[in-house]
């Protein structure tokens, strides 16, 4: 089963940007689609990228015009780049696999967003 870790999460003030990274054990390519998932504290993990457009709610409102997947399938890497964080972004983010998260959960990488 294909072991992921991600990285790059942090302590960032309002409006600030991050970049997360997601590395797996074996090729992208060969898992698929893969997405971005976070969990905030005392709520259930959601998907926040990637985000269907028009009038799907697979993933938050919120996050829709600011968070961004970006995948690369020579590094087998898959980023998150979040824009204009808000404090309610403060949670542990995960890559897994997409639309249905198949993979084992890595540790997740904590993004703290203060007011």
């Known amino acids: 089963q294909v072991q992921l870790v991600e990285s790059g999460g942090g302590l960032v003030q309002a409006g600030g940007s991050l970049r997360l990274s997601c590395a797996a054990s074996?090729?992208?390519?060969?898992?698929?689609?893969m997405g971005w998932y976070r969990q905030a504290p005392g709520k259930q993990r959601e998907l926040v990228a990637p985000c269907a457009t028009g009038g799907s709610t697979n993933c938050p409102d919120s996050v829709k015009e600011r968070f961004t997947l970006f995948r690369d399938n020579i590094k087998d890497t898959v980023d998150l780049q979040m824009n204009s964080l808000k404090p309610e972004d403060t949670g542990v983010y995960y890559c897994n696999t997409f639309p249905e998260p198949r993979g084992s959960w890595g540790q997740g990488t904590q993004v703290t967003v203060s007011s």
């Open positions: 074996r090729s992208i390519f060969s898992i698929g689609a």
